[in-house]
């Protein structure tokens, strides 16, 4: 078996029993129960233990078997048996009753009869020849989910902004039902602060709104026993607004009390749920605490809760549905007293007080009691400590039976919560039961005694070897178990004398520690257990193995790139252990590449690469013990000079210690070859072989032309030196140890650093510091005298030692207290200095005010300034962090803001005033203040409402052209968006613009705060005009709106187009019109090559579409026209004198899309309207002429295109 730890050298050790202990109450002195081994415990004696029981309240599914169960452990196993209701209960009259074999576990078969009739209070005992133990009263109770009776509900029609009650009532189930509200689609209805679900189920409106209305209002209770949901009926809702409802309908709902009340205007808060002012609650221990105000009030009121005279209890509390229910986790004692629930809103506040009272079922103060497991004339004691409200009442039975009817002999006596046995007996091993019981419940536990009579047993196995290495600790095991309980004693070969002297250390449990192991411990030793029963012994055997030792170990390679190198690791180890040896490259493994061969005592790298530069390290694992060395390989170019060679110094040698003092040494040595590379420096290290063997550290480095050092030294250390010397190429190997040098133990020389006082909850001051090292310690024994006094007169201070530990934890203080603190450093040898006084604080608690006299006082429309009154520094209870102010807008003046949101800034330091930015202008706000300090923030101040004063508006919401006319056009427009006042009037300004948008004369025109349009009379044609319009209140005019228009007629629009035509976009529209007209040239050209002409007189003979009849060559289409030849007139050129156009020409001509002529085209190219008149033919066309008195103009040309396409 392996050992590792550092031991030391010992005398005669022997371990008696640990037979008494103190007994409380006067009564003398009381064996402590012996602790039975687990591989034991099934082999010996021992009562019935329940291990498993159904819970006090059970309750079944109906649709499944039932299971009751009841498991115990005992030697010999116990046998079982119930009551059913008091009464014994025959399982085998039961046929579909079973009892599991070896268990007490019943299974009960629901098949043939109803799950109800298994119903009752069930208690299990469990009995074997040692005693008799009993499970809890076990109630088992059937799971029901009852239907909700069917009811028709009647619609509800109440008025906008009344309260409203939506009762749920759900069937009573068991366990209770789970409620929630939804709509018919299995949705969750929204709730808020506004729409809330109480504790019984029913939905709670502050006030209702007009989307209120539903129909689909469903309340659902999920019983969770069955896992079935049941739903109530849906619940129609109707909210009316009175203004809204006209005569016929107001008498429609006059047999309803919609009218029967005054309108519903904002008020102020008033309570729905609880009724009055003032209600009490009793809440168990450990049980939830729950308590609920609801309020009715428009605006919505806001909850707030209180405690007097306390602050609610951190970590337990949650306010839950929107601030309406106070819920207090886990309660206790301290929850007692009186809370207090707020409704306010602008309009005021109403109050509710709960004075809740915390009483306590029956609970363990220290746990149930313990089984006892004594010998023969041992003394014992079972405790049954418990508490509850009111004091529970303690009863006692042995093995089901009062105790009065079990006591046989003067061997133990009943002392309220406690059995005392003396001097006990065979007769006194039996359960004990402990009924614990108040009004609201009860506790019952069962302890066994059991007296054994043991002799000794060895439990370790025989013949154990034990292997260590030489200098370290070695632990021999000796387990046992007796009653009473045995002595140990170690002997070791021959048995001539029990182990005794320092070199030993015998552990309670029997082992034995050699604390520093030589090959003289080397040998057999036996353990010996003694009680009056008898005598037992085991032989373990323990070898102590040599050290592994590194020989040679490798050193630093400089290789030229390319070539071999040999890193070797010689080790010595003792013959009885395998050494391994493992290879690592700067602490990870060597790369796989065939290049690196590892023998069983070097490391060879051929073909070195620049990657394979690095450190290497060879480690040596045995199956006790391992050690390791290394050394660094650098790859160079080309190989230096063989004339110089440059290498790491060899260790320097011949180390000794001279002018030896308690705190100070000299210490000299030879320095080693130099390799050409003078020394730069030496560094001397040391090892603690007392507190920290096998580690060396830093003590000091010296220059490289000394060769000796004077050591400054601490108290109370073995120490063992070595020396390193440094070139250019690095460190040498560590010199050869010097022999040890130990100092003497003294008083500290220093206190620990870093002392503070600081609290984590409101009633404790935890101090700490930075421990002394264990070379600071100067000795052993080290503590600290930690003292500590309340900063303020007359307090004294106290004191207490801490050892191991480097904090201190002072309970009961009061909230953040200044604290004076102290602490010193203290080991067997003496004290250190006088240490300084640090101030510190115990723990901070929320502050318990609030700020008062707010005062609010507006700077303008967007920013107002808070005052307030700070707050004390007695309430604050902490380091002060700031002040919050919490503000919302209520609603503007003329636009309601149901839902607020909340801001709060925060502003460091002892403030006292505030600048609230960003508000809104004509807008009503409320604010309160709350200080915060490192726990958190104190209680709200009282809400605080103020009002903005106007501002200048926004810009209209819109502004739109309308009804342009030849010299006149109408603006409309929507007041804006935010008035931020009363709106005054309205500026309109205009001003005509120009193609290079310079702007022209502007016009004013002031209109009144009623007017949405304006028609602007005699106005420039083909002009542009930009338009501003801007509202005003009596602070000034806001932003205005910008828009702008084009006054255009036909007339105008020619001049218009002179003015486009010379632009280049317009150049190019024109091009690619011309070609598309080109395009239908052609296509129409090579149409009637193919088909001939198309007389219209055919197509109105023959009711066809035109479209889809064969053309003639005698017809005129568009391929016929001509500028040299024919002269009709195009779109938009002028007509005749006579004013009008010859229709005998073909109705294919393009005379016919002129905009004097009857036909048009739709938006696709295609004709509108039938032909009409005869066809005439081309000869007489071509005879009569041209009908227009002038030749077309360029303007009218473009002008009849654009028509045209």
Same mark, same amino acid.
């Given at each position: 078996?392996?050992?590792?730890?550092?031991?030391?050298?010992?005398?005669?050790?022997?371990?008696?029993?640990?037979?008494?202990?103190?007994?409380?109450?006067?009564?003398?002195?009381?064996?402590?129960?012996?602790?039975?081994?687990?591989?034991?415990?099934?082999?010996?004696?021992?009562?019935?233990?329940?291990?498993?029981?159904?819970?006090?309240?059970?309750?079944?599914?109906?649709?499944?078997?039932?299971?009751?169960?009841?498991?115990?452990?005992?030697?010999?196993?116990?046998?079982?048996?119930?009551?059913?209701?008091?009464?014994?209960?025959?399982?085998?009259?039961?046929?579909?009753?079973?009892?599991?074999?070896?268990?007490?576990?019943?299974?009960?078969?629901?098949?043939?009869?109803?799950?109800?009739?298994?119903?009752?209070?069930?208690?299990?005992?469990?009995?074997?020849?040692?005693?008799?133990?009993?499970?809890?009263?076990?109630?088992?109770?059937?799971?029901?989910?009852?239907?909700?009776?069917?009811?028709?509900?009647?619609?509800?029609?109440?008025?906008?902004?009344?309260?409203?009650?939506?009762?749920?009532?759900?069937?009573?189930?068991?366990?209770?039902?789970?409620?929630?509200?939804?709509?018919?689609?299995?949705?969750?209805?929204?709730?808020?602060?506004?729409?809330?679900?109480?504790?019984?189920?029913?939905?709670?409106?502050?006030?209702?709104?007009?989307?209120?209305?539903?129909?689909?209002?469903?309340?659902?209770?999920?019983?969770?026993?069955?896992?079935?949901?049941?739903?109530?009926?849906?619940?129609?809702?109707?909210?009316?607004?009175?203004?809204?409802?006209?005569?016929?309908?107001?008498?429609?709902?006059?047999?309803?009390?919609?009218?029967?009340?005054?309108?519903?205007?904002?008020?102020?808060?008033?309570?729905?749920?609880?009724?009055?002012?003032?209600?009490?609650?009793?809440?168990?221990?450990?049980?939830?605490?729950?308590?609920?105000?609801?309020?009715?009030?428009?605006?919505?009121?806001?909850?707030?809760?209180?405690?007097?005279?306390?602050?609610?209890?951190?970590?337990?509390?949650?306010?839950?549905?929107?601030?309406?229910?106070?819920?207090?986790?886990?309660?206790?004692?301290?929850?007692?007293?009186?809370?207090?629930?707020?409704?306010?809103?602008?309009?005021?506040?109403?109050?509710?007080?709960?004075?809740?009272?915390?009483?306590?079922?029956?609970?363990?103060?220290?746990?149930?009691?313990?089984?006892?497991?004594?010998?023969?004339?041992?003394?014992?004691?079972?405790?049954?400590?418990?508490?509850?409200?009111?004091?529970?009442?303690?009863?006692?039975?042995?093995?089901?039976?009062?105790?009065?009817?079990?006591?046989?002999?003067?061997?133990?006596?009943?002392?309220?919560?406690?059995?005392?046995?003396?001097?006990?007996?065979?007769?006194?091993?039996?359960?004990?039961?402990?009924?614990?019981?108040?009004?609201?419940?009860?506790?019952?536990?069962?302890?066994?005694?059991?007296?054994?009579?043991?002799?000794?047993?060895?439990?370790?196995?025989?013949?154990?070897?034990?292997?260590?290495?030489?200098?370290?600790?070695?632990?021999?095991?000796?387990?046992?178990?007796?009653?009473?309980?045995?002595?140990?004693?170690?002997?070791?070969?021959?048995?001539?004398?029990?182990?005794?002297?320092?070199?030993?250390?015998?552990?309670?449990?029997?082992?034995?520690?050699?604390?520093?192991?030589?090959?003289?411990?080397?040998?057999?030793?036996?353990?010996?257990?003694?009680?009056?029963?008898?005598?037992?012994?085991?032989?373990?055997?323990?070898?102590?193995?040599?050290?592994?030792?590194?020989?040679?170990?490798?050193?630093?390679?400089?290789?030229?790139?390319?070539?071999?190198?040999?890193?070797?690791?010689?080790?010595?180890?003792?013959?009885?252990?395998?050494?391994?040896?493992?290879?690592?490259?700067?602490?990870?493994?060597?790369?796989?590449?065939?290049?690196?061969?590892?023998?069983?005592?070097?490391?060879?790298?051929?073909?070195?690469?620049?990657?394979?530069?690095?450190?290497?390290?060879?480690?040596?694992?045995?199956?006790?013990?391992?050690?390791?060395?290394?050394?660094?390989?650098?790859?160079?170019?080309?190989?230096?000079?063989?004339?110089?060679?440059?290498?790491?110094?060899?260790?320097?040698?011949?180390?000794?210690?001279?002018?030896?003092?308690?705190?100070?040494?000299?210490?000299?040595?030879?320095?080693?070859?130099?390799?050409?590379?003078?020394?730069?420096?030496?560094?001397?290290?040391?090892?603690?072989?007392?507190?920290?063997?096998?580690?060396?550290?830093?003590?000091?480095?010296?220059?490289?032309?000394?060769?000796?050092?004077?050591?400054?030294?601490?108290?109370?250390?073995?120490?063992?030196?070595?020396?390193?010397?440094?070139?250019?190429?690095?460190?040498?190997?560590?010199?050869?140890?010097?022999?040890?040098?130990?100092?003497?133990?003294?008083?500290?020389?220093?206190?620990?650093?870093?002392?503070?006082?600081?609290?984590?909850?409101?009633?404790?001051?935890?101090?700490?510091?930075?421990?002394?090292?264990?070379?600071?310690?100067?000795?052993?024994?080290?503590?600290?005298?930690?003292?500590?006094?309340?900063?303020?007169?007359?307090?004294?201070?106290?004191?207490?030692?801490?050892?191991?530990?480097?904090?201190?934890?002072?309970?009961?203080?009061?909230?953040?207290?200044?604290?004076?603190?102290?602490?010193?450093?203290?080991?067997?040898?003496?004290?250190?200095?006088?240490?300084?006084?640090?101030?510190?604080?115990?723990?901070?608690?929320?502050?318990?005010?609030?700020?008062?006299?707010?005062?609010?006082?507006?700077?303008?429309?967007?920013?107002?300034?808070?005052?307030?009154?700070?707050?004390?520094?007695?309430?604050?209870?902490?380091?002060?962090?700031?002040?919050?102010?919490?503000?919302?807008?209520?609603?503007?003046?003329?636009?309601?803001?149901?839902?607020?949101?909340?801001?709060?800034?925060?502003?460091?330091?002892?403030?006292?005033?505030?600048? !609230? /930015?960003? +508000?809104?202008?004509?807008?009503? =706000?409320? &604010? $309160?203040?709350?200080?915060?300090?490192?726990? @958190?923030? #104190? %209680?709200?101040?009282?809400?605080?409402?103020?009002?903005?004063?106007?501002?200048?508006?926004?810009?209209?919401?819109?502004?739109?052209?309308?009804?342009?006319?030849?010299?006149?056009?109408?603006?409309?427009?929507?007041?804006?968006?935010?008035?931020?006042?009363?709106?005054?009037?309205?500026?309109?300004?205009?001003?005509?613009?120009?193609?290079?948008?310079?702007?022209?004369?502007?016009?004013?025109?002031?209109?009144?705060?009623?007017?949405?349009?304006?028609? !602007? /009379?005699? +106005?420039?044609?083909?002009?542009? =005009?930009? &338009? $501003?319009?801007?509202?005003?209140?009596?602070? @000034?005019? #806001? %932003?205005?709106?910008?828009?702008?228009?084009?006054?255009?007629?036909?007339?105008?629009?020619?001049?218009?187009?002179?003015?486009?035509?010379?632009?280049?976009?317009?150049?190019?529209?024109?091009?690619?019109?011309?070609?598309?007209?080109?395009?239908?040239?052609?296509?129409?050209?090579?149409?009637?090559?193919?088909?001939?002409?198309?007389?219209?007189?055919?197509?109105?003979?023959?009711?066809?579409?035109?479209?889809?009849?064969?053309?003639?060559?005698?017809?005129? /289409?568009?391929?016929?026209?001509?500028?040299?030849?024919?002269?009709?007139?195009?779109?938009?050129?002028?007509?005749?004198?006579?004013?009008?156009?010859?229709?005998?020409?073909?109705?294919?001509?393009?005379?016919?899309?002129?905009?004097?002529?009857?036909?048009?085209?739709?938006?696709?190219?295609?004709?509108?309207?039938?032909?009409?008149?005869?066809?005439?033919?081309?000869?007489?066309?071509?005879?009569?002429?041209?009908?227009?008195?002038?030749?077309?103009?360029?303007?009218?040309?473009?002008?009849?295109?654009?028509?045209?396409?």
């Amino acid at each position: 078996m392996r050992q590792e730890d550092v031991g030391g050298v010992g005398a005669r050790l022997t371990m008696k029993g640990r037979r008494t202990v103190p007994l409380l109450l006067l009564l003398g002195q009381l064996v402590a129960a012996l602790e039975v081994p687990l591989d034991l415990q099934e082999g010996l004696p021992q009562p019935p233990t329940i291990t498993s029981q159904s819970p006090k309240d059970h309750i079944i599914d109906p649709r499944e078997n039932i299971e009751i169960r009841c498991e115990a452990k005992g030697k010999p196993h116990p046998s079982f048996s119930w009551t059913i209701d008091g009464a014994d209960f025959k399982i085998e009259e039961h046929p579909n009753i079973i009892m599991r074999p070896n268990s007490g576990t019943l299974e009960v078969d629901i098949s043939q009869r109803r799950a109800e009739s298994f119903e009752g209070v069930y208690q299990c005992t469990a009995e074997n020849k040692h005693g008799k133990a009993v499970s809890d009263n076990i109630v088992v109770r059937q799971s029901r989910s009852p239907l909700w009776s069917k009811e028709k509900l009647k619609p509800i029609v109440v008025r906008e902004g009344v309260s409203l009650v939506l009762p749920c009532e759900p069937p009573a189930g068991l366990p209770p039902p789970l409620i929630f509200w939804m709509d018919n689609n299995f949705q969750r209805l929204p709730q808020s602060k506004r729409v809330s679900q109480s504790l019984n189920g029913d939905l709670y409106f502050s006030n209702v709104r007009r989307e209120d209305s539903r129909n689909d209002y469903i309340c659902y209770a999920r019983f969770p026993g069955t896992q079935t949901i049941q739903q109530k009926q849906p619940i129609n809702v109707k909210v009316l607004n009175l203004d809204s409802i006209n005569d016929t309908m107001a008498a429609f709902y006059n047999d309803t009390d919609l009218f029967s009340e005054a309108p519903a205007d904002e008020r102020m808060p008033s309570f729905l749920i609880p009724k009055g002012r003032h209600s009490s609650k009793v809440v168990l221990r450990g049980h939830k605490l729950d308590m609920e105000c609801i309020a009715e009030g428009r605006p919505t009121p806001e909850i707030s809760w209180t405690k007097d005279g306390s602050d609610l209890p951190a970590g337990r509390t949650s306010f839950l549905q929107f601030n309406k229910t106070l819920q207090i986790d886990d309660v206790s004692d301290s929850e007692e007293g009186v809370y207090r629930c707020t409704a306010s809103n602008k309009f005021g506040s109403v109050h509710h007080t709960f004075h809740v009272t915390v009483k306590a079922a029956p609970y363990w103060i220290s746990g149930p009691p313990s089984n006892l497991v004594l010998s023969p004339g041992e003394n014992g004691v079972l405790t049954c400590r418990a508490s509850g409200k009111p004091k529970p009442l303690i009863t006692w039975t042995k093995n089901v039976m009062p105790i009065e009817t079990g006591l046989e002999d003067d061997t133990m006596k009943v002392e309220d919560d406690m059995i005392i046995f003396r001097d006990v007996k065979t007769s006194n091993s039996a359960v004990y039961q402990c009924n614990v019981s108040n009004e609201f419940g009860y506790l019952l536990a069962n302890a066994f005694v059991n007296v054994l009579s043991e002799p000794p047993r060895v439990l370790t196995p025989v013949n154990k070897k034990y292997e260590v290495i030489r200098n370290h600790r070695a632990l021999l095991d000796c387990s046992f178990f007796g009653s009473p309980i045995p002595n140990i004693t170690w002997f070791k070969d021959s048995r001539s004398s029990t182990l005794d002297g320092d070199s030993y250390s015998l552990h309670d449990n029997g082992t034995l520690e050699i604390r520093i192991s030589r090959p003289r411990d080397s040998g057999k030793y036996t353990c010996v257990a003694r009680n009056i029963l008898g005598i037992s012994e085991n032989h373990v055997f323990l070898e102590v193995k040599e050290p592994t030792q590194i020989l040679k170990q490798p050193e630093y390679r400089m290789i030229k790139r390319g070539g071999p190198v040999t890193f070797e690791c010689k080790v010595k180890h003792d013959s009885s252990l395998i050494p391994t040896m493992t290879w690592l490259k700067d602490d990870e493994e060597l790369p796989e590449d065939d290049r690196f061969t590892v023998e069983p005592e070097s490391l060879t790298i051929t073909d070195v690469m620049d990657s394979d530069a690095g450190m290497y390290t060879c480690i040596i694992n045995t199956t006790l013990d391992h050690v390791s060395a290394s050394a660094e390989l650098t790859v160079v170019d080309t190989t230096p000079p063989p004339a110089v060679v440059h290498e790491r110094p060899d260790p320097p040698t011949d180390l000794e210690l001279t002018d030896q003092t308690k705190r100070s040494v000299v210490l000299t040595w030879i320095p080693g070859n130099e390799y050409n590379s003078p020394i730069k420096k030496f560094l001397i290290q040391y090892e603690d072989s007392l507190h920290h063997r096998g580690h060396w550290h830093n003590l000091t480095h010296v220059p490289g032309t000394r060769t000796s050092a004077n050591l400054k030294l601490s108290p109370h250390v073995h120490y063992t030196f070595r020396v390193l010397a440094l070139n250019n190429v690095g460190w040498s190997q560590p010199s050869t140890p010097s022999q040890m040098y130990k100092t003497d133990p003294a008083a500290p020389d220093e206190n620990p650093t870093g002392v503070q006082g600081l609290g984590t909850e409101p009633n404790n001051l935890i101090i700490s510091w930075k421990p002394l090292t264990r070379l600071q310690s100067n000795g052993p024994g080290l503590q600290y005298k930690v003292m500590y006094r309340e900063k303020k007169p007359g307090s004294e201070w106290i004191t207490t030692n801490v050892a191991n530990n480097s904090r201190f934890v002072v309970s009961g203080t009061s909230t953040f207290a200044p604290y004076e603190l102290k602490v010193q450093a203290v080991n067997n040898y003496g004290e250190g200095p006088e240490p300084a006084v640090v101030v510190g604080h115990s723990g901070e608690d929320v502050p318990k005010s609030a700020p008062t006299e707010l005062r609010i006082s507006a700077h303008n429309s967007t920013a107002a300034e808070v005052q307030w009154k700070t707050v004390s520094n007695d309430s604050i209870r902490g380091f002060l962090k700031g002040y919050k102010v919490h503000y919302w807008r209520e609603h503007g003046i003329h636009r309601h803001h149901p839902d607020r949101v909340e801001k709060i800034l925060t502003f460091s330091g002892n403030r006292s005033h505030a600048v !609230l /930015p960003g +508000l809104h202008p004509f807008s009503d =706000y409320s &604010f $309160y203040v709350r200080v915060f300090n490192g726990r @958190g923030e #104190g %209680p709200p101040s009282t809400t605080k409402h103020f009002s903005t004063p106007e501002g200048v508006p926004g810009p209209p919401t819109s502004l739109v052209v309308s009804n342009p006319n030849l010299d006149s056009l109408t603006l409309q427009w929507s007041p804006p968006y935010d008035p931020n006042g009363h709106i005054t009037g309205y500026t309109l300004k205009y001003q005509p613009v120009n193609n290079s948008n310079e702007l022209g004369e502007e016009e004013v025109l002031a209109l009144a705060a009623n007017e949405t349009s304006v028609t !602007l /009379p005699n +106005l420039q044609s083909s002009t542009r =005009y930009r &338009f $501003y319009l801007n509202a005003k209140t009596k602070i @000034g005019a #806001g %932003p205005a709106i910008t828009q702008e228009a084009l006054i255009m007629v036909d007339e105008a629009m020619v001049s218009r187009q002179v003015d486009i035509a010379t632009q280049g976009w317009f150049i190019g529209l024109m091009c690619a019109i011309a070609l598309l007209i080109l395009i239908l040239l052609i296509i129409c050209f090579i149409q009637r090559n193919k088909g001939g002409k198309y007389p219209v007189k055919e197509k109105e003979d023959a009711h066809t579409d035109p479209e889809f009849q064969p053309m003639r060559d005698d017809d005129c /289409p568009f391929g016929e026209y001509s500028d040299s030849e024919d002269h009709k007139p195009l779109k938009g050129s002028r007509t005749p004198s006579n004013g009008t156009v010859k229709r005998d020409d073909s109705d294919d001509s393009l005379v016919d899309y002129s905009e004097g002529g009857d036909r048009q085209f739709n938006e696709d190219g295609s004709f509108i309207g039938q032909y009409s008149g005869k066809t005439t033919s081309r000869d007489t066309a071509a005879a009569e002429g041209p009908q227009s008195s002038e030749a077309p103009s360029p303007i009218n040309a473009i002008h009849s295109l654009n028509s045209f396409v």
